[in-house]
């Protein structure tokens, strides 16, 4: 659906985003997750054409986004919120219909209802959750193939988080939305994302899908008896070596079967437990291991 | 799929038309408040001021309102949100130029309509108005794609109309640069004729249309203006790093465009102020000013005092540039102003220290570039045509040529007429020079009191029966 080949961009001297790779699949939640100021909106702005690449392709649906054409397929909500000045939400509906052909007034009165939202008010005069509310909802009203939401869910109370989340569980069973999210709530990311993204420092260290990802991505705890010899091999890769007590705590990538039988054959094993990863362990570990958020406060 | 993004055009241009419904309450308070209700208390007869403030009026409104309306090329919200939309820059541009026209076209035509119908005769300012108006518009688009903030706009649009006049300073400044290395090098009488057969001021600032009046004439120059202004738009919008979006200025070629031609006309207002120097003075507080002015251009427009390499380069080579240019040109000048044209190829010499004449009989002005050696009697005008009066001008022209220093100041025009019909013309300044006072000059002008051309033109009371005539009738 979406595909990114060697997107390069540098604003003067500084390096925003080096060679990113990335594709979304069609109906897939795509969760776009990474370190503050590692580039997040500067590559949904490239996909809406608000930024131009300095080198590389951005396609959508096979297409090189060179026309416009795409674009009333596509809804983004930006992180930094902008409403036309005294519109209200339903002016901006009626305003906004006449660029999404598929604009349902029927999904944005049900919306509405749902959100509660003061149909009355100035959209300027909304608190911030009560504007990403109304954005949104527009967003889903355009009932556009695509929807691109940056940081949709910040500063917005669980109980709201809650309904944002049921409403794009229900598009994509319903009607096969393809969505791009950043987020920093990785906890709610990890419930409903199809495929992860992990950005750093301009570089998508990570893209994977969450199955893989957690599958590949495993944290062990055990603990053995006497002499501790910790097992090396090119079958896996250890993220992260931790001792509490008496208990090994291990973030490993790789083999965890063959992990376990090298650890017994060279050591006396009391405990050993394989647990799966959240995708908030697995962002920490992966961006540990590229030393970020490493160092220690005394 | 075309009908359908036609469709959506309209729609999206009639939304934001009826948006300026405010706007249009505004303009048309304003309008009826000082066009009809004030004249009317005052009982003053709607004539052609009236109409002129009017028109100045929706000048004022339409302004902000455009500027306004590119503001979404400035805020990064506002970018964002707009650009999302299936509807692309170069479609946004074009509607709010459109829009803005309208608006400000059905107040201007009502204000004609107005004109027409009560103050004959007052319709001729509304064509070249409105040219100057549409221009201004257009630059205002231009000017907010090249600027980062709406308030940088405005000044950019004063500045972008303002280039051709700076352009002209900038001539001036090396022309007048050029004067001190050529002895009868005239920057006034060069950059006189420059102005009125080429570079021509009043075309390009409507001022000619306000006397010829010919509507055609107006769309055949506002054509091209506008699509010229409209093309660099398109291209300026296109390569638009909009992630610069905040900054005073988005484009870096148009930063130093402008620091450049304020590092140029800044020296030149204050090399005016200074009293006479030599070239090299001259250069050296070129050099001084371009390179402060450059500098605190810089300051401002990056917002920091941080100059990087790469500017300093561009001052460097732009300094280099323009110096070399200069002394190029005067040397070229030099060669062609210190020579003295050959007698065999000269039918008569003109000489005067006024650049201006008016012939009293006809009723006419004219400029030192139209006056010619068959025209007449004229105030401050000397026309030599006898051998020995050829012969002690071009003696006088070879001696100033060697030295130019004189004990008082002089100033004066010499403009030989060849005999193959052109005119080759030297302006000569005398002062003290550091070098030795030539007092040849002296011996020449004692000269000319011997032949009798000269004096019969420069005492006619004495010598010229015509002249005697006139004055004599005058007392009667």
């Not at chain 1, 049921?166 to 393809?178: G, H």
């Not at chain 2, 540039?321 to 020579?339: M, S």
């Given at each position: 659906m979406i595909e990114i080949k060697g997107l390069k961009?540098?604003?003067?001297?500084?390096h925003v985003l080096i060679d990113i790779n990335m594709h979304v699949g069609?109906g897939k939640i795509y969760g776009l997750v990474g370190s503050n100021g590692c580039g997040k909106?500067t590559i949904m702005?490239?996909?809406?054409?608000?930024?131009?690449?300095?080198?590389g392709?951005?396609?959508?649906?096979?297409?090189?986004?060179?026309?416009?054409?795409?674009?009333?397929?596509?809804?983004?909500?930006?992180?930094?919120?902008?409403?036309?000045?005294?519109?209200?939400?339903?002016?901006?509906?009626?305003?906004?219909?006449?660029?999404?052909?598929?604009?349902?007034?029927?999904?944005?009165?049900?919306?509405?209802?749902?959100?509660?939202?003061?149909?009355?008010?100035?959209?300027?005069?909304?608190?911030?959750?009560?504007?990403?509310?109304?954005?949104?909802?527009?967003?889903?009203?355009?009932?556009?193939?695509?929807?691109?939401?940056?940081e949709?869910?910040?500063?917005?109370?669980?109980?709201?988080?809650?309904?944002?989340w049921?409403?794009?569980?229900?598009?994509?069973?319903?009607?096969?939305?393809?969505l791009l999210i950043s987020s920093h709530a990785l906890t709610e990311l990890d419930n409903i994302c199809d495929q992860v993204g992990i950005l750093h420092e301009g570089k998508i260290v990570k893209e994977e899908s969450m199955e893989i990802l957690k599958e590949e991505t495993k944290r062990i705890q055990y603990a053995v008896k006497g002499d501790y010899t910790l097992p090396k091999s090119d079958a896996y890769e250890i993220l992260q070596d931790k001792l509490i007590g008496k208990v090994h705590f291990v973030v490993l990538k790789g083999d965890a079967d063959l992990f376990e039988t090298d650890l017994y054959e060279l050591n006396e094993v009391l405990l050993f437990e394989v647990l799966t990863m959240s995708l908030e362990e697995i962002f920490i570990s992966e961006l540990g291991g590229l030393g970020y958020g490493n160092e220690e406060y005394? | 799929?075309?009908?359908?993004?036609?469709?959506?055009?309209?729609?999206?241009?009639?939304?934001?038309?009826?948006?300026?419904?405010?706007?249009?309450?505004?303009?048309?308070?304003?309008?009826?408040?000082?066009?009809?209700?004030?004249?009317?208390?005052?009982?003053?007869?709607?004539?052609?001021?009236?109409?002129?403030?009017?028109?100045?009026?929706?000048?004022?409104?339409?302004?902000?309102?455009?500027?306004?309306?590119?503001?979404?090329?400035?805020?990064?919200?506002?970018?964002?949100?707009?650009?999302?939309?299936?509807?692309?820059?170069?479609?946004?541009?074009?509607?709010?130029?459109?829009?803005?026209?309208?608006?400000?076209?059905?107040?201007?035509?009502?204000?004609?309509?107005?004109?027409?119908?009560?103050?004959?005769?007052?319709?001729?300012?509304?064509?070249?108005?409105?040219?100057?108006?549409?221009?201004?518009?257009?630059?205002?688009?231009?000017?907010?794609?090249?600027?980062?903030?709406?308030?940088?706009?405005?000044?950019?649009?004063?500045?972008?109309?303002?280039?051709?006049?700076?352009?002209?300073?900038?001539?001036?400044?090396?022309?007048?640069?050029?004067?001190?290395?050529?002895?009868?090098?005239?920057?006034?009488?060069?950059?006189?004729?420059?102005?009125?057969?080429?570079?021509?001021?009043?075309?390009?600032?409507?001022?000619?249309?306000?006397?010829?009046?010919?509507?055609?004439?107006?769309?055949?120059?506002?054509?091209?203006?506008?699509?010229?202004?409209?093309?660099?738009?398109?291209?300026?919008?296109?390569?638009?790093?909009?992630?610069?979006?905040?900054?005073?200025?988005?484009?870096?070629?148009?930063?130093?465009?402008?620091?450049?031609?304020?590092?140029?006309?800044?020296?030149?207002?204050?090399?005016?102020?200074?009293?006479?120097?030599?070239?090299?003075?001259?250069?050296?507080?070129?050099?001084?000013?371009?390179?402060?002015?450059?500098?605190?251009?810089?300051?401002?427009?990056?917002?920091?005092?941080?100059?990087?390499?790469?500017?300093?380069?561009?001052?460097?080579?732009?300094?280099?540039?323009?110096?070399?240019?200069?002394?190029?040109?005067?040397?070229?000048?030099?060669?062609?102003?210190?020579?003295?044209?050959?007698?065999?190829?000269?039918?008569?010499?003109?000489?005067?220290?006024?650049?201006?004449?008016?012939?009293?009989?006809?009723?006419?002005?004219?400029?030192?570039?139209?006056?010619?050696?068959?025209?007449?009697?004229?105030?401050?005008?000397?026309?030599?045509?006898?051998?020995?009066?050829?012969?002690?001008?071009?003696?006088?022209?070879?001696?100033?040529?060697?030295?130019?220093?004189?004990?008082?100041?002089?100033?004066?025009?010499?403009?030989?007429?060849?005999?193959?019909?052109?005119?080759?013309?030297?302006?000569?300044?005398?002062?003290?020079?550091?070098?030795?006072?030539?007092?040849?000059?002296?011996?020449?002008?004692?000269?000319?009191?011997?032949?009798?051309?000269?004096?019969?033109?420069?005492?006619?009371?004495?010598?010229?029966?015509?002249?005697?005539?006139?004055?004599?009738?005058?007392?009667?």
């Open positions: 961009k540098a604003f003067d001297d500084n069609e909106t702005k490239h996909i809406m054409s608000i930024y131009a690449p300095d080198a392709k951005i396609m959508y649906q096979g297409q090189s986004i060179f026309g416009r054409e795409y674009m009333s397929s596509i809804y983004y909500v930006q992180d930094d919120l902008f409403f036309p000045f005294n519109y209200t939400i339903n002016d901006l509906f009626n305003y906004e219909k006449m660029f999404y052909p598929n604009a349902s007034e029927a999904v944005f009165n049900k919306l509405k209802t749902y959100f509660k939202v003061d149909e009355q008010k100035k959209l300027r005069t909304l608190s911030k959750g009560q504007k990403r509310q109304a954005a949104f909802i527009l967003a889903i009203a355009s009932q556009t193939e695509t929807l691109l939401l940056d949709i869910v910040d500063g917005l109370d669980a109980v709201v988080r809650k309904k944002f049921q409403v794009i569980m229900s598009e994509v069973m319903d009607r096969k939305l393809t005394n | 799929m075309g009908t359908k993004n036609i469709t959506k055009s309209k729609s999206v241009i009639l939304w934001h038309l009826l948006e300026k419904r405010n706007w249009a309450i505004l303009t048309s308070v304003i309008l009826i408040v000082t066009v009809f209700i004030l004249p009317l208390l005052l009982e003053v007869e709607i004539n052609e001021s009236i109409i002129m403030v009017g028109l100045v009026e929706i000048f004022i409104i339409g302004f902000f309102s455009t500027l306004l309306d590119f503001n979404y090329l400035h805020e990064t919200r506002k970018f964002g949100y707009y650009l999302s939309k299936p509807y692309s820059k170069v479609q946004r541009l074009n509607m709010t130029l459109l829009i803005n026209i309208l608006f400000s076209g059905c107040f201007i035509f009502v204000l004609w309509l107005l004109s027409v119908a009560m103050v004959k005769g007052t319709t001729q300012f509304f064509l070249p108005f409105t040219g100057v108006y549409i221009t201004i518009l257009f630059l205002i688009g231009l000017s907010s794609v090249l600027s980062g903030n709406t308030l940088i706009a405005a000044i950019a649009t004063w500045y972008n109309f303002a280039i051709p006049l700076m352009i002209l300073g900038v001539m001036y400044f090396a022309v007048d640069i050029l004067s001190e290395f050529a002895v009868g090098f005239s920057t006034s009488a060069l950059m006189d004729y420059i102005v009125s057969e080429y570079y021509r001021m009043d075309i390009i600032y409507f001022e000619y249309f306000y006397d010829v009046m010919h509507p055609m004439l107006i769309f055949a120059y506002l054509i091209p203006l506008l699509t010229g202004i409209y093309l660099i738009t398109l291209w300026a919008l296109k390569r638009r790093k909009n992630e610069r979006i905040g900054d005073h200025l988005v484009f870096r070629g148009y930063q130093y465009f402008v620091a450049m031609i304020a590092s140029l006309i800044i020296p030149f207002i204050f090399t005016n102020l200074m009293p006479d120097g030599s070239i090299v003075t001259k250069l050296i507080a070129f050099v001084l000013l371009a390179s402060i002015t450059y500098y605190v251009a810089i300051v401002i427009l990056e917002k920091s005092f941080k100059i990087k390499k790469q500017q300093m380069v561009v001052l460097a080579v732009f300094l280099a540039v323009f110096i070399l240019f200069v002394l190029i040109l005067g040397v070229a000048v030099k060669q062609h102003e210190n020579n003295i044209p050959d007698r065999e190829d000269i039918s008569a010499v003109i000489i005067t220290n006024s650049s201006w004449f008016y012939d009293p009989v006809k009723e006419k002005d004219y400029q030192l570039n139209d006056i010619n050696a068959d025209m007449g009697y004229l105030d401050d005008v000397m026309v030599l045509k006898s051998e020995e009066g050829i012969n002690a001008i071009r003696k006088l022209h070879q001696s100033i040529v060697e030295n130019p220093s004189y004990y008082s100041y002089v100033n004066f025009n010499v403009i030989y007429e060849l005999k193959n019909g052109h005119k080759t013309r030297r302006y000569f300044h005398l002062e003290p020079y550091d070098s030795t006072i030539n007092f040849t000059l002296d011996e020449i002008a004692n000269q000319f009191q011997k032949i009798e051309e000269y004096r019969y033109q420069r005492t006619p009371l004495a010598y010229n029966e015509m002249y005697q005539n006139k004055f004599v009738n005058q007392s009667m």
